[in-house]
């Protein structure tokens, strides 16, 4: 007689198999990745060379959000792009990426990029701050303004300050 | 008990009671003539006193239908109530031997400076009978007797009877002879006052003569024959026996002897009359002649004389008060008048043991030694009274309800009520008599059970229960309305319109609402419990309204109950009533949030008051749709105010551009900006080297 399969065995031969799964995405992100590394190698030399204050950025971030990378990456991709273009097109060989990579001046580019990168990822919060304050303001008196048509409407109760909120109308013996 | 102190005059007309209120003499305030529904012209000028009664001042009126007509005007105590069911029944038809009642009416009387009750009655051109005694001396014979007095008068409380009524003021002073020739006898007013109210101790049986004048209730056939007995005897042998003597010792005397042997006397009167003198004057109730009884003696039926029956006598006496009693009747009066000594001596437990010993009444002694344990085992310092009041009840099954000064038939605490705060001001024992539940106790002692007592112990709880409650409409006020038809509306905005009916209510406050303080309401308890009691549309709800702590719904409930009244009762138009409570509005008008909404109210609240009509300002002033729009929209507002006081706290706390959310915003546009300037290099770096 068969027996039935419970629930948690049920859930447990799920989870068998989606991790089968990522297992088998892992492994071909990694064979497409060494086969990406081998075909396009002096390329990638010099990318993951010259990437390299990038990858210490993405690895320093302490913000849940972790934008510093995408400012500093952005930075740096610019400093490697020639370099790499150079590769592409007057000579992708191994040796040329060698003599890159071992050369003062790309470093010199690299790091420049980079820290321009961190120059804005620095820079750009306290002139947002100032933006944000100045808009404050705006915003505030819009509000004021909007509250004094509210108790021009309502009265003061409205505020839920009961204060001077009189009965107003006729009173007796008026 | 000052009333009863006073001494009993020497005419057998009686107790003086009190005068009529501000009664200055006509000389001095009379001026314009009073007219009674438009047809009936008082003079206050021309008083006929030897017509008036002692709460009914009589006064020349012309007919202007018919100038012919000979009248007059009794002009009624405005402090007392009239017997308002007796006037509606005596309205409809003539009572052969009753004075006969033309109409009656409210109108303004000057000399009370306020409105009262008139009644217009013929004129009796024989005058009163009491008056024969002072003039020369008309002897009869029985037979005399007999014909021109006791017949007509027997035949006249016959029909009296047949129709309900019960006259309550039959002495000599009230009853006229309608002729000149004096053939024709009839008895007098019998609504100017309270029943028996008038009445001189002489006249009224024991047990009504222990009462306050107010307290001697409606009573039955039986009390008018005994009145009429003491009349026959006052107008055959114009002797007075109670000459020289206090209200307090005629009853006494009365007890001791008999009511015949104390009317009576010495004085010899023919076989005949004593053998219908001691059937009317029996103090049994039960034993006393009635009608038909009467009648079988008037055809001629010769009966034995009743002989009074003895109380039964204790084998040694009793000591209260320096005075030895052997009988419970006398016991009892005497406890009722020594009332503090009276609760010593009960507590003592020397009632019972006398009652037991002495008497040899075990019934009795069993009930007052129950009532006294039960008394000394609660800690209620007034529990003596009521003991009191209940061992007074066992001793004299009899005698009225006895509560400190109050001694009162229990169909008459309407009028006791009435009295005691119309006209004495202080209705604060009544109201102890009530809610201490004496008149349960006095259901209890009943000995044979009747309609009447189921009846009153109906009115008393009721009473009661309006008493205990003090809630608008409800409360002493409601009591006294509710157990009194004949009491104007006591409220002192309109006491001096004298409003009987609530037809009447709206057009007197209209009356006085042109000269009344704006700063105050037209509505007060009185009024309240007028409307409440006379009102037969339920207006529960604005009454409960009235007494709200918030002012908008009390004086919404104040315009509710009054526009319910002329809704439906009118009049059409109150225009001076309408400006009073317009201008009364503030608070409702205050009620709306919307200041659009009030603005508007205070534009159509004075058209509305030009209109007159209370019905159309309460309409505009409770309108549920607006006032459900003014709150949601009023909520939304305040939702939307929070709202916006909230960001504004925020955008003024300082951390506007230097928090967290900054921060991250900053992050974000550092982001974009790398993202944006990179792409842009990137398109240029590779354009320029492909190209």
């Known amino acids: ?174 | 008990m000052a009333e009863e102190q006073q001494q009993v005059t020497e005419e057998a007309g009686g107790d003086s009671p009190p005068a009529p209120p501000q009664a200055s003499s006509p000389s001095s305030s009379s001026g314009a003539k009073v007219l009674l529904k438009n047809r009936f012209e008082l003079d206050p000028a021309k008083p006929l006193a030897h017509l008036s009664q002692p709460n009914g001042q009589a006064y020349a009126v012309i007919d202007k239908r018919d100038k012919e007509s000979k009248l007059f005007a009794m002009v009624c105590n405005p402090e007392l109530p009239q017997r308002l069911r007796v006037l509606h029944m005596l309205k409809g038809g003539k009572a052969p031997a009753l004075l006969p009642m033309v109409e009656w009416g409210v109108a303004y009387w000057p000399m009370f400076k306020r409105k009262t009750v008139i009644v217009i009655y013929e004129l009796p051109l024989g005058g009163k009978v009491s008056e024969l005694g002072g003039r020369a001396k008309e002897s009869f014979n029985e037979q005399d007797m007999i014909r021109n007095y006791i017949t007509p008068l027997f035949e006249g409380l016959k029909e009296i009877n047949a129709r309900g009524i019960t006259l309550r003021s039959i002495r000599p002073d009230n009853m006229y002879f309608m002729d000149a020739e004096k053939t024709k006898i009839v008895f007098g007013e019998c609504v100017s006052s309270p029943p028996a109210y008038d009445q001189p101790v002489l006249y009224e049986t024991i047990e009504s003569g222990m009462c306050l004048p107010e307290g001697r209730g409606e009573g039955t056939l039986m009390h008018d024959i005994y009145s009429l007995g003491v009349s026959i005897f006052s107008i055959y042998a114009k002797k007075d026996p109670t000459k020289g003597k206090t209200v307090d010792q005629v009853v006494d005397a009365k007890i001791e002897q008999g009511s015949y042997a104390f009317v009576v006397q010495d004085y010899r009167l023919p076989l005949p009359l004593v053998e219908i003198l001691r059937g009317l004057l029996c103090d049994d109730d039960d034993e006393r002649w009635d009608l038909e009884a009467i009648e079988l003696w008037l055809g001629g039926r010769r009966l034995s004389p009743l002989q009074p029956k003895a109380e039964p006598k204790s084998k040694r006496n009793i000591i209260f008060c320096e005075e030895e009693y052997s009988t419970c009747r006398q016991l009892s009066r005497a406890m009722s008048v020594h009332w503090r000594e009276a609760i010593e001596l009960v507590t003592e437990g020397k009632v019972d043991i006398w009652l037991r010993r002495g008497l040899e009444d075990k019934e009795k002694a069993d009930a007052v030694e129950l009532a006294r344990k039960i008394t000394l085992s609660t800690a209620d310092p007034k529990a003596g009274d009521t003991l009191l009041a209940k061992v007074l009840m066992v001793l004299d099954n009899r005698a009225p309800i006895r509560y400190k000064e109050l001694v009162l038939m229990p169909d008459s605490i309407g009028s006791v009520l009435a009295v005691h705060t119309i006209k004495k001001g202080d209705p604060r024992l009544v109201a102890e008599l009530l809610l201490r539940e004496i008149f349960k106790s006095w259901v209890d002692t009943r000995i044979k059970y009747s309609s009447e007592i189921s009846q009153s112990d109906t009115e008393f709880r009721d009473m009661r229960n309006y008493m205990r409650q003090t809630l608008m409409g409800l409360g002493l006020e409601r009591a006294i309305y509710e157990s009194n038809e004949a009491v104007p509306c006591q409220s002192p905005l309109i006491v001096s319109e004298y409003v009987l009916e609530i037809t009447e209510l709206l057009p007197a406050l209209e009356a006085v609402a042109s000269t009344a303080d704006p700063k105050s309401w037209p509505f007060d308890r009185h009024i309240a419990a007028f409307i409440a009691c006379r009102f037969k549309t339920n207006v529960d709800d604005h009454m409960n309204a009235v007494g709200d702590p918030g002012p908008s719904k009390a004086v919404m409930g104040v315009l509710g109950t009054l526009a319910m009244v002329q809704w439906r009762h009118g009049p059409e138009a109150v225009f001076d009533l309408t400006a009073w409570l317009g201008a009364s509005m503030g608070p409702v008008v205050g009620s709306y949030h919307n200041r659009e909404k009030r603005r508007e109210l205070e534009k159509e609240i004075p058209r509305v008051v030009r209109k007159g009509s209370l019905v159309e300002l309460y309409n505009l002033l409770n309108n549920e749709q607006e006032r459900y729009q003014d709150m949601t929209g009023f909520n939304e507002a305040k939702a939307e105010y929070k709202a916006a006081q909230d960001e504004l706290d925020y955008l003024e706390s300082g951390r506007v551009g230097r928090d967290e959310q900054a921060e991250e915003l900053g992050h974000q546009t550092a982001s974009v900006t790398s993202a944006t300037l990179a792409l842009v290099v990137l398109v240029i770096m590779i354009v320029t080297r492909i190209w």
């Open chain 1, 1 to 174: 007689m068969a027996k039935k399969e419970t629930p948690k065995q049920t859930n447990q031969a799920a989870s068998v198999k989606s991790s089968g799964k990522a297992g088998v995405n892992n492994w071909a992100l990694i064979v497409i990745g060494v086969i990406i590394f081998v075909v396009f190698f002096p390329t990638m030399v010099v990318f993951c060379v010259g990437m390299f204050p990038t990858f210490i950025a993405f690895f320093i971030e302490r913000s849940k959000k972790g934008m510093v990378w995408i400012s500093v990456g952005c930075m740096n991709l610019v400093g490697v792009t020639p370099y790499i273009m150079d590769l592409w097109l007057i000579s992708n060989t191994p040796q040329q990426a060698l003599d890159t990579v071992f050369s003062v001046f790309p470093w010199l580019v690299w790091y420049s990029t980079a820290g321009l990168g961190w120059l804005i990822y620095l820079g750009t919060p306290p002139v947002v701050g100032i933006f944000l304050t100045l808009a404050a303001a705006s915003r505030a008196s819009t509000l004021k303004a909007s509250q004094r048509r509210l108790v021009e409407k309502w009265g003061q109760e409205v505020s839920g300050n009961q204060e001077g909120a009189g009965p107003g109308g006729m009173m007796r013996g008026e």
